[in-house]
């Protein structure tokens, strides 16, 4: 378990890395925590000509908040974000899903926009991200942009960042008036620390008359990709959240799944597990919304 | 044998003296061992479970800088022999490296040698070979029909053993029971998986013929078995024991590992070593352990007392058996766990499949056939209503039967069996514990408490052997120890093998200073190399404070003796009038007429006219014990004693399990535990609540997985599961005391133990949550998902 | 894939030392600690960051060295086992309850449990049993169960407290 050859370059600008990037034809990987690239590298399941270390770029990490959106910059470590008063008070929901990751060796190491381009389809910032309607924003020699997270995540490990693209941050969109929001982070795994095998996150939103304005649930390790259930989603607005109509929305859930078989569950426990963790954190999101 | 003697240093509570190496970074693992000029391998493993090796192009790898040699397994069989096998299986040739065929994934076809270990698999990815894939043989039940389909086609079957025993009239006390059941079990397929992989460096020194290794080792047998793969004479090979094994727990075997740096630092003329990394270990290190399913019958009468069993064993040893059947041997030990039960049919059966290979993992097959006995307890109280623990004090054996006979002829040592279930109980505070389940089942929860009481055969004999293979006419199984006092007085053991997290080294300088009155931490404790070592069978079986011990308390005792010799003929007294205290010898009558330990150490080294007369000079004891109750072959009834000592155990856990999910959660755990006497308190406990969590592991968590194409899917330590500390609670544990007569103070084994008994009592806590559902799960590791399965969706 | 891989000079601290020397890209900061340094008491167990065997402290907090390039510790402080003894060499408070609670038994795991609870002890010498776990929770262990290694760190704990 040892890489195979490659250049090293450590970036001094995102200038640098798009430039390297654009030339890689697709042989040229960014390292910034490597919690996930190394094992790749290690069993040569990566085998990259050039990686490209964004870990000295200043502007690349840092957590900024706004009127509107808090943007944690890509190199930003885990455990940086978890240890965030601003993410812990604005992004409940990011901060309970952080504190599933890993490990703390890992999570002092590993970043916030490394889970993200990982992508793996059980992994938990990405689902928090995509029940939080972030966005990321890309940055290639041809210019900048920003994906939408519905729009992000294209399959296992495969997202809409293009090889020549570098992940400069992901923004969270604050909410917005007088609303009370509940979340809540529910995962199933065998030990505390591993890849869930299903995990649920949850964001309700109830207007000052307690009725749902707004709610997010979001499913991961139960598709090929982590998949807001936007059905469910869009019947339980415009009313108040009782455990009767969680109930009667949950059937839902199965139906918008269609998961895989491995050696740690099958297709059919995933789809059953996401119902109960549905409505484990449908009812916890609620109930703190409602408090 | 003095139970009453007043101890000053066994069952005390002091520091065990290996771990301020380790604490301190000092700890000299193999991969630690550091020589000049050292080259490193690396092995290409096989992608297909069974396939024709048609070609294998190496020229490229070959031409890479750095790239000493790279090794096929056509090449290697031209210069060595096949891997001898534990049973005579004359048409499965074991070779280090796949021959012609490759038998699961995973297994090594080549190795390259290079100047680093990042070049040597540069050179892996340069390595051309042309498979022809071939169907494989995965399920072991099909494996056992198959008449078409073989692992090893010259063997004609996939069957490596099938035997058939019978103690006592089985046949009718069935009939005369007023009832029976039958139960399937399962134990799946999972090891020991020590967090240091196999490691080995081999240098062969040409100016003295010597091959040098040190390996990772916990075996019996290495040195022979390298010397016979490789047509050596056995002094040939010098194994270095000082070595610190990180981890082993039975399965540190890599004889194709140490046959191939061997081979090729021979070939090469240079050191080479090769350190497993983790995803060759997983899959190719044939370390696999038992995958056993049972088939038992039992038959009780109404009031619980179980009169018979009868168990079929069908046990998945992968492609390449080494020791693997005699894990099915083994557990005659204590085939009817701590209960009186009459008779006993027992069929055994190992096969092969195109997996990889199977190792002895802790307990020799006695964690697997006590989850089965435990399972029939537990299942014949369910099918009577009789409460768990009632059924046990109706079938334990009493303590005044000790010692007491099975039927298979072994006779338990010593034990009090009810008063550890009570210590146990009381420890687990168990009305609470009923009552805290009950109201967690009240509040919508499953909940329940696990009860196993389990044996713990220790102190090894190999004359399981001879059950399945008659001509293994092996009776003895010893342990050496030696003990030289130099010129100054000091005092230094001599251990013949290597520790890996047991504290040997700790046990020999407690017994050592306990019979010489001498504080133990001054005297020197060390491995000899295995050409300089006295007879060992290893720290394997639960039998070094047993053998290792008792010899060390021999060899105390041979010192002693010749102290005595010299001081009676120096003070003019017979021995019977003096008195050994601390070293110094004096005159009971006259306690100032003395002659103190260094006087006593001049006189050996160097006043060879004070000797007495014809006494050798110098100051050195040796001592070879053998196994007690060991030197017997079997009767016509196949009836013998096997391992002389066994521990008991008493363990409690209560777990609840989320019905949404299937997870189990561990909450508490007690366990109360006998072997004896304790000579390290803290060593003890440790490895009690180390085996505890193993045994944990293998209920819940850990499986090496194929697919039914034999795809390997379990080579990470993200897809085989060991528990972290997350998934352990808090172990509450207490020991008793009862002594076996066998051994020099009264201790027996206890490196087994909770990996002897947990497993079974996950498995009875699990299944007494289920219980009020009406279900219940006979196939370890219990998987949330399996779980949740049976709850939710009616099938497993 | 070009032929000739430059190695990159880099300069760190480790143990208090500061070093310099030339790594090839590839190298993990694991490798380079036992193969280039002889610091061998990290130790390797799974090289892709699960067992922790390999936990060092990187600036102070602890990290998987099989997880980080070697070229990627240019510029940083690294503490390893062996630069947790006292400045005397002799074994400090944590390795000293370690020893006392025997909470060890191969002592392959023992590196990275220490680094892992010397970071914990660090910031908090009065942690819960829910703290230590977490702590160690990224350290596998096949030897003792945990209990015996809680203890060594509650151990440690209650000495250093009394330690002020």
């Given at each position: 378990?040892?890489?195979?050859?490659?250049?090293?370059?450590?970036?001094?600008s995102?200038e640098?890395?798009?430039?390297?990037?654009?030339?890689?034809?697709?042989?040229?990987?960014?390292?910034?925590?490597g919690?996930?690239?190394?094992?790749?590298?290690?069993?040569?399941?990566?085998?990259?000509?050039?990686?490209?270390?964004?870990?000295?770029?200043?502007?690349?990490?840092?957590?900024?908040?706004?009127?509107?959106?808090?943007?944690?910059?890509?190199?930003?470590?885990?455990?940086?974000?978890?240890?965030?008063?601003?993410?812990?008070t604005?992004?409940?929901?990011?901060?309970?899903?952080?504190?599933?990751?890993?490990?703390?060796?890992?999570?002092?190491?590993?970043?916030?926009?490394?889970?993200?381009?990982?992508?793996?389809?059980?992994?938990?910032?990405p689902?928090a991200?995509?029940?939080?309607?972030?966005?990321?924003?890309?940055?290639?020699?041809?210019?900048?942009?920003?994906?939408?997270?519905?729009?992000y995540?294209?399959?296992?490990?495969m997202?809409?960042?293009?090889?020549?693209?570098?992940?400069l941050?992901?923004?969270?969109?604050l909410?917005?008036?007088?609303?009370?929001?509940?979340?809540?982070?529910h995962?199933?795994?065998?030990?505390?620390?591993?890849?869930?095998?299903?995990?649920?996150?949850?964001?309700?939103?109830?207007?000052?008359?307690?009725?749902?304005?707004?709610?997010?649930?979001?499913i991961?390790?139960?598709?090929?990709?982590?998949?807001?259930?936007?059905?469910?989603e869009?019947?339980?607005?415009?009313?108040?959240?009782?455990?009767?109509?969680?109930?009667?929305?949950?059937?839902d859930?199965?139906?918008?799944?269609?998961?895989?078989?491995?050696?740690?569950?099958?297709?059919?426990?995933?789809?059953?597990?996401?119902?109960?963790?549905?409505?484990?954190?449908?009812?916890?999101?609620?109930a703190?919304?409602?408090? | 044998?003095?139970?009453?003697?007043?101890?000053?240093?066994?069952a005390?509570?002091?520091?065990?003296?290996e771990?301020?190496?380790?604490?301190?970074?000092?700890?000299?693992?193999?991969q630690?061992?550091?020589?000049?000029?050292?080259?490193?391998?690396?092995?290409?493993?096989?992608?297909?479970?069974?396939a024709?090796?048609?070609?294998?192009e190496?020229?490229?790898a070959?031409?890479?800088?750095?790239?000493?040699m790279?090794?096929?397994g056509?090449?290697?069989?031209?210069?060595?022999?096949?891997i001898?096998l534990?049973?005579?299986?004359?048409?499965?040739?074991?070779?280090p490296?796949?021959?012609?065929?490759?038998?699961?994934?995973?297994?090594?076809?080549?190795?390259?040698?290079?100047?680093?270990?990042?070049?040597?698999?540069?050179?892996?990815?340069?390595?051309?070979?042309?498979?022809?894939?071939?169907?494989?043989?995965?399920?072991?039940?099909?494996?056992?029909?198959?008449?078409e389909?073989?692992?090893?086609?010259?063997?004609?079957?996939?069957?490596?053993?099938?035997?058939?025993?019978?103690?006592?009239?089985?046949?009718?006390?069935?009939?005369?029971?007023?009832?029976?059941?039958?139960?399937?079990?399962?134990?799946?397929?999972?090891?020991?998986?020590?967090?240091?992989?196999?490691?080995?460096?081999?240098?062969?020194?040409?100016?003295?013929?010597?091959?040098?290794?040190?390996?990772?080792?916990?075996?019996?047998?290495?040195?022979?078995?390298?010397?016979?793969?490789?047509?050596?004479?056995?002094?040939?090979?010098?194994?270095?024991q000082?070595?610190?094994?990180?981890?082993?727990?039975?399965?540190?075997?890599?004889?194709?590992?140490?046959?191939?740096?061997?081979?090729l630092?021979?070939?090469?003329?240079?050191?080479?070593?090769?350190?497993?990394?983790?995803l060759?270990?997983?899959?190719?290190?044939?370390?696999?352990?038992?995958?056993?399913?049972?088939?038992?019958?039992?038959?009780?009468?109404?009031d619980?007392?179980?009169?018979?069993?009868?168990?079929?064993?069908?046990?998945?040893?992968?492609?390449?058996?080494?020791?693997?059947?005699f894990?099915?041997?083994?557990?005659?030990?204590a085939?009817?766990?701590?209960?009186?039960?009459?008779?006993v049919?027992?069929?055994?059966?190992s096969?092969?499949?195109?997996?990889?290979?199977?190792?002895?993992?802790?307990?020799?097959?006695?964690?697997?056939?006590?989850?089965?006995?435990?399972?029939?307890?537990?299942?014949?109280?369910?099918?009577?209503?009789?409460?768990?623990?009632?059924?046990?004090?109706?079938?334990?054996?009493?303590?005044?039967e000790?010692?007491?006979q099975?039927?298979?002829?072994?006779?338990?040592?010593?034990?009090?069996?009810?008063?550890?279930?009570?210590?146990g109980?009381?420890?687990?505070?168990?009305?609470?514990?009923?009552?805290r389940?009950?109201k967690?089942?009240?509040?919508?929860?499953?909940?329940?408490?696990?009860?196993?009481?389990?044996?713990?055969p220790?102190?090894?004999?190999?004359?399981?052997?001879?059950?399945?293979?008659?001509?293994?006419?092996?009776?003895?199984?010893?342990?050496?120890?030696?003990?030289?006092?130099?010129?100054?007085?000091?005092?230094?053991?001599?251990?013949?093998?290597?520790?890996?997290?047991?504290?040997?080294?700790?046990?020999?300088?407690?017994?050592l200073?306990?019979?010489?009155?001498?504080?133990?931490?001054?005297?020197?404790?060390?491995?000899?190399?295995?050409?300089?070592?006295?007879?060992?069978?290893s720290?394997i079986?639960?039998?070094?404070?047993?053998?290792?011990?008792?010899?060390?308390?021999?060899?105390?005792?041979?010192?002693?003796?010749?102290?005595?010799?010299?001081?009676?003929?120096?003070?003019?007294?017979?021995?019977?009038?003096?008195?050994?205290?601390g070293g110094?010898?004096?005159?009971?009558?006259?306690?100032?007429h003395?002659?103190?330990?260094?006087?006593?150490?001049?006189?050996?080294y160097?006043?060879?006219?004070?000797?007495?007369?014809?006494?050798?000079?110098?100051?050195?004891?040796?001592?070879?014990?053998?196994?007690?109750?060991?030197?017997?072959?079997?009767?016509e009834?196949?009836r013998?004693?096997?391992?002389?000592?066994?521990?008991?155990?008493?363990?409690?856990?209560?777990?609840?399990?989320?019905?949404?999910?299937?997870?189990?959660?561990?909450?508490?755990y007690?366990?109360?535990?006998?072997?004896g006497?304790?000579?390290?308190?803290?060593?003890?406990r440790?490895?009690?609540?180390?085996?505890?969590?193993?045994?944990?592991?293998?209920?819940?968590?850990?499986?090496?997985?194929?697919?039914?194409?034999?795809?390997?899917?379990s080579?990470?330590?993200?897809?085989?599961?060991?528990?972290?500390?997350?998934e352990?609670?808090d172990?509450?544990?207490?020991?008793?005391?009862?002594?076996?007569?066998?051994?020099?103070?009264?201790?027996?084994?206890?490196?087994?133990?909770?990996?002897l008994?947990?497993?079974?009592?996950?498995?009875?806590?699990?299944?007494?949550?289920?219980?009020?559902?009406?279900?219940?799960?006979?196939?370890?590791?219990?998987?949330?998902?399996k779980?949740?399965?049976?709850?939710?969706?009616?099938?497993? | 894939?070009?032929?000739?891989?430059?190695?990159?000079?880099?300069?760190?601290?480790?143990?208090?030392?500061t070093?310099?020397l030339?790594?090839e890209p590839?190298?993990?900061?694991?490798?380079?600690?036992r193969?280039?340094?002889?610091?061998?008491?990290?130790?390797?167990?799974?090289?892709?960051?699960?067992c922790?065997?390999?936990?060092?402290?990187?600036?102070?907090?602890?990290?998987?060295?099989?997880?980080?390039?070697?070229?990627?510790?240019?510029?940083?402080?690294?503490?390893?086992?062996?630069?947790?003894?006292?400045e005397?060499?002799?074994?400090?408070?944590?390795?000293?309850?370690?020893?006392?609670a025997?909470?060890?038994?191969?002592?392959?795991?023992t590196?990275?449990?220490?680094?892992?609870a010397?970071?914990?002890?660090?910031?908090?010498?009065?942690?819960?049993?829910?703290?230590?776990?977490?702590?160690?929770?990224?350290?596998?262990?096949r030897?003792?169960?945990?209990t015996?290694?809680i203890?060594?760190?509650?151990?440690?704990?209650?000495?250093?407290?009394?330690?002020g």
């Open positions: 378990m040892k890489a195979a050859k490659f250049e090293y370059i450590l970036a001094e995102i640098q890395v798009v430039q390297v990037l654009d030339q890689g034809d697709g042989e040229a990987i960014v390292i910034a925590g919690q996930t690239l190394m094992p790749m590298l290690s069993m040569r399941l990566a085998r990259p000509e050039t990686v490209i270390d964004i870990n000295k770029i200043a502007e690349l990490s840092g957590i900024e908040v706004t009127a509107d959106e808090v943007i944690i910059k890509a190199c930003t470590r885990q455990a940086e974000a978890l240890a965030s008063p601003e993410i812990q604005r992004l409940p929901l990011l901060a309970k899903a952080i504190s599933y990751v890993g490990h703390q060796q890992t999570r002092n190491r590993g970043t916030v926009g490394g889970s993200l381009s990982h992508a793996d389809p059980a992994s938990e910032i689902l991200a995509l029940a939080m309607d972030a966005h990321v924003s890309l940055r290639s020699a041809a210019g900048a942009r920003r994906v939408a997270m519905a729009d995540f294209l399959g296992p490990m997202t809409a960042r293009a090889d020549n693209e570098v992940l941050a992901v923004h969270f969109p909410p917005q008036g007088d609303v009370r929001v509940g979340t809540a982070f995962e199933v795994s065998e030990r505390r620390g591993d890849f869930a095998v299903v995990a649920a996150a949850a964001h309700i939103q109830l207007d000052k008359d307690g009725i749902c304005s707004n709610a997010a649930l979001a991961g390790g139960a598709d090929s990709v982590p998949l807001r259930m936007t059905a469910l869009d019947r339980l607005r415009g009313d108040a959240i009782t455990p009767e109509r969680i109930q009667a929305v949950l059937a859930v199965a139906n918008a799944l269609t998961p895989g078989n491995d050696q740690h569950a099958s297709a059919a426990y995933r789809r059953r597990v996401a119902t109960v963790l549905a409505e484990r954190a449908l009812t916890e999101a609620a703190e919304a409602q408090e | 044998m003095n139970m009453e003697r007043n101890l000053h240093y066994v005390t509570k002091r520091r065990v003296r771990d301020k190496r380790f604490v301190t970074g000092q700890g000299k693992y193999v630690d061992v550091n020589l000049p000029d050292t080259k490193h391998a690396a092995v290409l493993p096989s992608p297909y479970p069974r024709r090796i048609l070609s294998i190496t020229a490229a070959e031409a890479l800088d750095g790239v000493q790279v090794l096929t056509a090449q290697l069989a031209e210069d060595c022999n096949p001898r534990g049973l005579k299986l004359p048409e499965i040739n074991w070779y490296l796949a021959v012609g065929m490759t038998c699961y994934v995973g297994e090594w076809v080549a190795i390259v040698v290079a100047d680093n270990a990042y070049i040597a698999e540069d050179a892996l990815d340069l390595i051309e070979v042309d498979y022809e894939p071939l169907q494989p043989i995965v399920d072991p039940e099909q494996a056992f029909d198959e008449t389909l073989l692992v090893h086609p010259g063997h004609g079957s996939n069957v490596l053993y099938h035997g058939n025993f019978l103690w006592g009239d089985v046949d009718s006390d069935f009939a005369g029971a007023d009832d029976n059941l039958s139960f399937r079990a399962r134990w799946g397929r999972s090891s020991t998986v020590p967090i240091e992989t196999f490691g080995a460096l081999a240098r062969w020194d040409e100016g003295t013929e010597i091959l040098d290794i040190w390996a990772s080792i916990q075996m019996p047998n290495f040195v022979e078995l390298m010397a016979s793969t490789l047509g050596y004479p056995l002094n040939c090979i010098r194994l270095h000082d070595v610190d094994v990180g981890g082993s727990y039975g399965v540190k075997r890599g004889i194709k590992q140490s046959v191939l740096v061997g081979y630092s021979r070939k090469l003329r240079v050191p080479v070593r090769f350190i497993e990394d983790r060759a270990n997983m899959a190719g290190s044939d370390a696999h352990g038992p995958d056993r399913i049972f088939d038992t019958e039992v038959a009780f009468n109404k619980g007392v179980i009169k018979s069993i009868k168990i079929r064993a069908l046990d998945d040893a992968g492609a390449y058996p080494g020791r693997a059947p894990q099915l041997a083994k557990p005659i030990s085939i009817v766990g701590p209960y009186k039960i009459n008779s049919k027992y069929e055994a059966i096969v092969c499949t195109n997996k990889s290979g199977q190792v002895p993992v802790r307990g020799f097959g006695q964690a697997p056939t006590n989850y089965m006995i435990e399972m029939a307890v537990d299942n014949v109280a369910r099918h009577l209503g009789l409460d768990r623990l009632e059924i046990r004090r109706r079938n334990l054996i009493q303590p005044d000790f010692p007491y099975i039927p298979p002829g072994s006779k338990y040592d010593s034990g009090n069996y009810p008063v550890v279930l009570q210590k109980l009381d420890l687990a505070g168990y009305d609470e514990l009923l009552a389940r009950d967690a089942r009240a509040e919508g929860r499953l909940a329940g408490i696990g009860i196993a009481t389990v044996l713990e220790g102190g090894g004999n190999n004359i399981f052997e001879y059950l399945m293979d008659p001509s293994a006419e092996i009776t003895t199984f010893m342990e050496g120890c030696e003990v030289r006092v130099d010129a100054q007085g000091n005092i230094t053991g001599i251990m013949g093998t290597t520790t890996s997290g047991q504290g040997h080294e700790t046990m020999m300088a407690t017994i200073g306990e019979e010489l009155q001498i504080d133990p931490d001054e005297i020197r404790i060390v491995h000899s190399d295995s050409l300089n070592a006295l007879p060992t069978r720290p079986a639960s039998r070094m404070a047993i053998m290792l011990g008792s010899a060390a308390a021999g060899a105390a005792g041979k010192i002693k003796d010749r102290a005595m010799a010299i001081a009676a003929h120096n003070l003019d007294r017979p021995v019977a009038e003096l008195e050994y205290s110094t010898i004096s005159d009971r009558n006259d306690p100032g003395k002659l103190t330990w260094a006087e006593v150490c001049f006189i050996a160097r006043a060879y006219h004070k000797l007495p007369d014809g006494m050798e000079p110098g100051f050195q004891a040796q001592y070879v014990f053998q196994v007690p109750g060991g030197g017997q072959l079997p009767d009834n196949n013998v004693q096997v391992y002389p000592c066994f521990s008991f155990q008493a363990h409690v856990p209560y777990v609840e399990i989320d019905p949404g999910t299937g997870r189990v959660s561990v909450l508490d007690a366990i109360a535990h006998d072997c006497t304790v000579i390290n308190p803290d060593i003890v440790g490895m009690v609540i180390g085996g505890l969590a193993h045994g944990i592991g293998a209920a819940l968590y850990e499986k090496f997985a194929y697919d039914d194409e034999g795809q390997f899917l080579a990470t330590f993200a897809d085989y599961l060991m528990p972290s500390v997350h352990i609670p172990v509450k544990d207490v020991e008793h005391c009862t002594p076996s007569p066998l051994t020099s103070h009264g201790q027996k084994g206890s490196g087994e133990g909770g990996y008994g947990a497993p079974a009592a996950i498995a009875s806590a699990v299944n007494d949550a289920l219980h009020p559902l009406g279900l219940h799960i006979s196939e370890l590791p219990m998987r949330m998902h779980i949740e399965a049976l709850i939710n969706d009616g099938n497993t | 894939m070009s032929e000739a891989m430059r190695k990159i000079e880099i300069s760190l601290t480790i143990n208090g030392r070093q310099t030339a790594v590839r190298l993990s900061l694991s490798d380079m600690l193969d280039e340094l002889r610091l061998n008491g990290t130790h390797i167990g799974c090289e892709h960051g699960v922790g065997a390999c936990s060092i402290l990187l600036d102070g907090v602890p990290i998987r060295s099989c997880l980080m390039l070697a070229v990627q510790a240019d510029g940083h402080q690294i503490t390893t086992v062996e630069g947790m003894c006292n005397d060499q002799t074994p400090g408070i944590l390795q000293e309850a370690f020893q006392d025997h909470g060890m038994q191969c002592g392959y795991c590196p990275g449990m220490l680094i892992s010397q970071a914990l002890l660090t910031a908090n010498n009065d942690p819960s049993l829910e703290e230590i776990k977490d702590a160690i929770g990224g350290n596998l262990c030897c003792t169960g945990y015996q290694i203890e060594s760190i509650q151990l440690a704990a209650s000495r250093m407290r009394e330690a």
